[in-house]
C-alpha cells in the first residue's frame, strides 16, 4: 500500500492546484473553461495509486485530479491551462483535452461519455499484445446515461477486456440532480445485466477507493471480467467557472462539507497516530512550494506562437512503395519497355486483397463490424477472411457504431491497426462524435502524443432503391472534418492501391465504397502497388469541357462523355479518388485548359463538393473559364425508394450530357 502521507499529499497537490488555477481562471488569465475537480480527490487518488507505471486511464472534462494522480507533472499541466506551448499540449488542448502519454495518462475527454469507449478499445489492445495491465476509465453520472456508455459496457462484458469503469458519481449532470434523470438502483447496478463485476462505494474515502480498486484489479488480471465501481462523492464548487453554483441545497452542502476527503483522511491518520500535526503541515508546505514554483514559472512563458496553430493536423504518411509505372513505362536504366501484368479483378476483391496482404505481414491488423465474419460482411467484401485468419482477427460486433469505431480509436492507440466496418455510410450518424470529435482530433489537441491509424470502411450510395436511409452519400460531409482522411476509389486498381496507401498511413480514414462498384471489374496490377493519397486521375483527356467527379459518378461521366463526343464535344473526366486531401490543382489546371468545368456528385447539391470546388477553382483560374461553372448533384431530398422516384433525385447521364450543354452554350 503507498504511504499515506504520500497519499495525502497527492490529495493536497489536486486540491491546492485546483483552488488556484480556479482563482487564476476567475481572473480571466486562463483561456476558455475550467472544470474544478476539488472535492472528488479520494477518487483520483485511491484509484490512480493502485496502478503501475504502464497501466492506462482515460479521463473526462473534470481531469486534472486524475492526471495528478497518474503522476502528472504540475508545471506542464497548468502551462497548457494557460495555453503555452511547454503544456502538455502546446495549449492545443487546454483544460478539457489533456494528455500524458508518458505516464500512461490517455486523454481527458471533452465530450460526456466520449472515452469509454476509447478505454474499452485501449483494453483490447492490452490484451491482444498480452500486456499485464489494465485501463481505468473515469466518467461522471451524466456519462452513466450515454449509449457511448452501455455499448462499451457490453463489449469489454463479451471478451473480457482488462478494464475497469470508474463512475465519479458527484450527484450532478451539470445542474441537474442525477437520481431526477437515472433509474435504478444505483449507476453501479447497471453493471449486473452485463454480467460484471459491480460496487458502490464511498468516494470520498481514499482509503475504502484504495481497496475496492486493488480488488477489482485483482479480479480484472485473472480474466474474472472488466469491473464498474461507482464512487458516491461530491464536487465542491459548481459545474464550471461561469457556474454560481445556485441550485445546489446548502444543507446538503454542509452535511458533505463534513465528508470532505482530505479532511477525513487526516483525521484517520491522527486517530491511528500514522502521522502528526506537524506532518500535514510539511507536506502543504511542500505542495505549495512546487504549485508557486510552476505558477511563476508559467507566467514567464511566452505566447504560443501561431504558426503552430497548423501543426499536427496529420501525420506525416509513410513513402509509398515505388508505383507501378503504366503499361508503356520506359525504363530510363536500362532503356527499355516494361510490359506490366494485369489481371481483372472484382472491386470487392481488390479491396479485400488490400487488406489481406496487410494482414499477412502483420499481426496488429484486424477487421471489425457487424457480420463481418461467418456473413462475410453485408456486401461480402470479407467473404472467406474468417476462414483464413480465424475469429481472433475477423470479429464480427454487437450493431453498436458508436462503440464499434471508438473502441477501433482505442485499439490504434494502444499500439494496433484495426480496420473497421460500417454496414452502410447512413449508419455514420451514429458513430459521427467518435469520428469527429475523437478519431479526427486527437493527434491535433494531444500535440502529436497519439496516433488513430484506423481504416474505417463503408459503403455509400443509391440506385438500388433502398430508400432515404440507406442511400446517402455522406462523404462530402466528413471531407468538411480536419484530421480525417476520406478516400472514394472508382477503380478496382484505386480501390486496393488506395487501400494500401490507408493501411500503411498514421491518418484516420474513411474508406468509401460505392455499393453500385463492388461488382465492376477492371484490371489490377500483380506487382505491389500503392497509390498517393490526394491525387487527382484524369481518366479520359479532352479539350472542350472538364468534368469532374468520384466515384460511382465517374462511371456516369464517362459514359456521358461518349455520348458528348457524338456531338462533337470532347470532355475531359478527372477522379479525384480523394476528398480529404482534396486535389484542387488538377481540377484548376484541367479547368483552364478546356476553360469550362461541370461538377459531378452523388451527394445533395447544398453545401456539397460541387459548392467547394467550384469556389476553388474560380480562385485559382478565374480568368481562363468561359463558361458558367455548373453542378449536377442529387436534389435536396431525401432519396426515395421507388425507381422512378429515386430516378428522378439522383445524378444520371442524360443530366449531366443536359448540363455540359447548358454550359458551353454560355460560349457561343
Same mark, same amino acid.
Given at each position: 500500500m503507498p504511504q499515506p502521507l504520500h497519499i495525502l499529499e497527492q490529495m493536497l497537490t489536486i486540491r491546492i492546484f485546483e483552488t488556484v488555477m480556479e482563482e487564476e481562471s476567475k481572473a480571466g488569465r486562463l483561456p476558455g473553461t475550467f472544470h474544478s475537480s476539488a472535492g472528488q480527490e479520494a477518487v483520483a487518488v485511491g484509484c490512480c495509486a493502485s496502478l503501475t507505471h504502464d497501466d492506462l486511464i482515460v479521463s473526462t472534462h473534470r481531469g486534472h485530479g486524475h492526471f495528478i494522480g497518474k503522476g502528472g507533472d504540475v508545471f506542464k499541466i497548468m502551462a497548457e491551462l494557460y495555453g503555452k506551448e511547454a503544456g502538455y499540449s502546446g495549449g492545443k488542448g487546454g483544460t478539457q483535452h489533456l494528455a500524458g502519454v508518458d505516464v500512461g495518462f490517455m486523454g481527458s475527454n471533452g465530450i460526456t461519455g466520449g472515452g469509454i469507449p476509447i478505454a474499452t478499445g485501449l483494453a483490447m489492445a492490452l490484451l491482444r499484445k498480452e500486456r499485464p495491465n489494465v485501463v481505468v476509465s473515469f466518467f461522471g453520472d451524466g456519462a452513466a446515461n450515454q449509449g457511448s456508455f452501455h455499448e462499451s459496457l457490453n463489449m469489454a462484458a463479451i471478451w473480457k477486456l482488462p478494464v475497469i469503469f470508474v463512475c465519479e458519481n458527484n450527484g450532478?449532470?451539470?445542474?441537474?440532480?442525477?437520481?431526477a434523470v437515472t433509474a435504478g438502483p444505483s449507476i453501479a447496478h447497471r453493471g449486473e445485466a452485463y454480467g460484471i463485476l459491480y460496487k458502490t462505494i464511498d468516494g470520498n474515502d481514499v482509503e475504502a477507493v484504495l481497496d475496492h480498486m486493488r480488488g477489482a484489479l485483482t479480479m480484472v488480471m485473472h480474466g474474472e471480467a472488466p469491473a464498474l465501481l461507482e464512487c458516491r462523492t461530491w464536487r465542491l464548487k459548481g459545474h464550471s467557472r461561469a457556474d454560481q453554483n445556485l441550485y445546489r441545497d446548502k444543507m446538503t452542502e454542509g452535511d458533505w462539507?463534513?465528508?470532505?476527503?482530505?479532511?477525513?483522511?487526516?483525521?484517520?491518520?491522527?486517530?491511528?497516530?500514522?502521522?502528526?500535526?506537524?506532518?500535514?503541515?510539511?507536506?502543504?508546505?511542500r505542495v505549495r512550494k512546487r504549485i508557486d514554483d510552476a505558477l511563476q514559472k508559467c507566467k514567464e512563458l511566452p505566447p504560443a506562437r501561431p504558426e503552430t496553430a497548423f501543426e499536427k493536423v496529420y501525420v506525416t504518411v509513410p513513402a509509398a512503395p515505388t508505383p507501378v509505372p503504366s503499361p508503356t513505362h520506359v525504363s530510363r536504366k536500362h532503356h527499355a519497355i516494361v510490359e506490366l501484368e494485369f489481371e481483372n479483378k472484382p472491386y470487392w476483391q481488390a479491396i479485400q486483397e488490400a487488406m489481406c496482404e496487410a494482414m499477412d505481414r502483420d499481426h496488429k491488423y484486424f477487421v471489425f463490424g457487424e457480420d463481418v465474419a461467418e456473413y462475410g460482411g453485408c456486401f461480402k467484401v470479407t467473404r472467406g477472411m474468417l476462414e483464413r485468419f480465424g475469429k481472433e482477427r475477423i470479429i464480427n460486433t454487437p450493431i453498436s457504431e458508436e462503440a464499434i469505431v471508438g473502441v477501433c480509436i482505442g485499439a490504434a492507440m494502444g499500439g494496433l491497426r484495426p480496420i473497421g466496418e460500417i454496414m452502410f455510410m447512413d449508419f455514420v450518424f451514429l458513430a459521427l462524435d467518435q469520428l469527429a470529435n475523437h478519431a479526427a482530433k486527437f493527434h491535433y489537441i494531444y500535440n502529436g502524443q497519439v496516433k488513430v491509424p484506423i481504416v474505417i470502411r463503408m459503403p455509400m450510395g443509391g440506385y438500388r432503391g433502398y430508400g432515404a436511409t440507406h442511400s446517402q452519400c455522406l462523404d462530402t460531409l466528413l471531407m468538411k472534418i480536419p484530421g480525417l482522411r476520406v478516400v472514394t476509389p472508382w477503380s478496382p486498381r484505386d480501390a486496393k492501391g488506395l487501400m494500401k496507401t490507408c493501411l500503411m498511413g498514421d491518418d484516420p480514414v474513411i474508406f468509401v465504397e460505392h455499393k453500385a462498384l463492388y461488382g465492376t471489374t477492371g484490371p489490377v496490377p500483380k506487382t505491389e502497388e500503392a497509390i498517393p493519397l490526394g491525387k487527382a486521375? =484524369?481518366?479520359?483527356?479532352?479539350?472542350?469541357?472538364?468534368?469532374?467527379?468520384?466515384?460511382?459518378?465517374?462511371?456516369?461521366?464517362?459514359?456521358?462523355?461518349?455520348?458528348?463526343?457524338?456531338?462533337?464535344?470532347?470532355?475531359?473526366? =478527372?477522379?479525384?479518388?480523394?476528398?480529404?486531401?482534396?486535389?484542387?490543382?488538377?481540377?484548376?489546371?484541367?479547368?483552364?485548359?478546356?476553360?469550362?468545368?461541370?461538377?459531378?456528385?452523388? #451527394?445533395?447539391?447544398?453545401?456539397g463538393l460541387g459548392a467547394e470546388l467550384s469556389a476553388s477553382v474560380q480562385e485559382r483560374v478565374y480568368d481562363y473559364l468561359d463558361c458558367p461553372i455548373?453542378?449536377?448533384?442529387?436534389?435536396?431530398?431525401?432519396?426515395?425508394?421507388?425507381?422512378?422516384?429515386?430516378?428522378? =433525385?439522383?445524378?444520371?447521364?442524360?443530366? =449531366?450530357?443536359?448540363?455540359?450543354?447548358?454550359?458551353?452554350?454560355?460560349? #457561343?
Open positions: 450532478w449532470a451539470m445542474s441537474t440532480p442525477v437520481n462539507a463534513k465528508r470532505d476527503p482530505i479532511a477525513r483522511f487526516k483525521q484517520k491518520l491522527l486517530e491511528k497516530k500514522r502521522a502528526t500535526q506537524a506532518d500535514f503541515d510539511r507536506a502543504e508546505a486521375n =484524369i481518366v479520359r483527356p479532352g479539350k472542350d469541357i472538364t468534368l469532374c467527379a468520384n466515384s460511382y459518378m465517374v462511371s456516369l461521366s464517362l459514359q456521358a462523355a461518349e455520348l458528348l463526343a457524338k456531338d462533337g464535344i470532347d470532355a475531359e473526366v =478527372i477522379d479525384l479518388r480523394c476528398l480529404a486531401p482534396l486535389d484542387r490543382q488538377t481540377v484548376a489546371e484541367s479547368a483552364a485548359r478546356t476553360k469550362a468545368l461541370v461538377i459531378v456528385e452523388e #451527394g445533395h447539391l447544398t453545401a455548373l453542378r449536377v448533384a442529387a436534389a435536396d431530398v431525401p432519396i426515395p425508394s421507388a425507381v422512378e422516384l429515386e430516378r428522378a =433525385i439522383l445524378p444520371n447521364v442524360e443530366k =449531366i450530357v443536359a448540363t455540359v450543354k447548358q454550359s458551353l452554350a454560355a460560349r #457561343g
